[in-house]
């Protein structure tokens, strides 16, 4: 079984940071690709960033230049470092990994719990 845990998300103020952090663990075999989602009240689940193993990035135009997305491949783990927080970033965020399980040969796609980030006025 795979198992994932956010952490980092909370209350902060227009213009403050917040970091994200997804870990994955249990029976992995190989990691790839992993990205972070975010879903606003009212709003369908968007892709925001995601970043490939070799470290490549890539980014919706509403977080660019304020948002970095990171990874540490020997923790599996994926960070997401939002600066310039504006009211429109509030949203549960979701991080997912396509992950290659034990005894598999296929890369699922393994999702979060879901973090509150709540950005007030």
Not at 23 to 38: C, L, N
Not at 76 to 93: E, H, P, R, S, W
Request: charged content about 20%; proline content about 2%; overall charge neutral.
């Amino acid at each position: 079984q795979v198992q994932m845990a956010e952490s980092g998300g909370g209350l902060v103020q227009t213009g403050g940071s917040l970091r994200l952090s997804c870990a994955a663990s249990g029976s992995i075999f190989s990691v790839h690709a992993m990205g972070w989602y975010r879903q606003a009240p009212g709003k369908e689940r968007e892709l925001i960033a995601d970043i490939t193993y070799e470290g490549a990035t890539k980014y919706v135009d509403d977080v660019k230049g304020r948002f970095t997305i990171s990874r540490d491949n020997v923790k599996k783990m994926v960070f997401l470092q939002m600066n310039g927080l504006k009211a429109d970033d509030t949203a549960i965020y979701y991080c997912v990994m396509n992950i290659v399980p034990n005894h598999g040969n296929v890369g699922l796609d393994y999702w979060g719990e879901g973090i509150s980030v709540t950005v007030s006025p």
